[in-house]
């Protein structure tokens, strides 16, 4: 059995007290700790107005600390805290390209490698079909059921 784990990012807040510097020929920023923070985001930007852009140029020497190479005082900069969330253990459902609750449409025609599922689907476990066409179902129109194969399916 494969068991997958699903992790997302997202931004906490922005931290408080922020301090920039520029010591010789950096900018250094330090920030005061976010609760549940496991990192933390910078962007910088030409002005205080523009767009913010994630800057991976400098070095975290701390975990609430940033620094980079920065000659000019211009650039403007906001930190981000990101926290992980706890992980999601999938199970089975992890086996799945595709798994829905009521149903699944292909518009338009695509190809979908994988264990597609509906769940609960009526609770019903026996197939109604098995190995259908020997898993050739050109031009084959399919009636609602649960369909099995031993192999793999052909559609051309």
């Keep these: 059995m494969l068991v997958f784990f699903m ?4 931004a906490v807040e922005s931290p408080v007290n922020m301090e ?12 005061g700790t976010v609760a549940g923070a496991s990192s933390y985001k910078i962007y910088s930007c030409d002005t205080p107005y523009g767009d913010y852009e994630l800057d991976e140029t400098g070095i ?12 000019a005082a211009k650039q403007f900069y906001n930190v981000t805290a990101v926290k992980v969330p706890i992980t999601v253990d999938l199970g089975t459902a992890a086996n799945f390209v595709i798994l829905a609750k009521a149903a699944i449409s292909s518009v338009p025609a695509c190809a979908i490698t994988g ?8 609770g019903r476990s026996n197939p109604d079909f098995v190995n259908l066409g020997s898993g050739d179902i050109s031009g084959l129109t399919l009636v609602p059921g649960i369909y099995k194969w031993r192999g793999g399916i052909r559609e051309w």
């Design 7 to 10: 992790t997302a990012f997202y």
């Design 20 to 31: 920039i510097t520029h010591p010789g020929a950096y900018v250094l920023l330090d920030w």
């Design 60 to 71: 975290f020497p701390t975990l609430t600390s940033w620094t980079k190479l920065e000659p």
């Design 115 to 122: 264990n597609v599922g509906i769940s609960p689907a009526s």
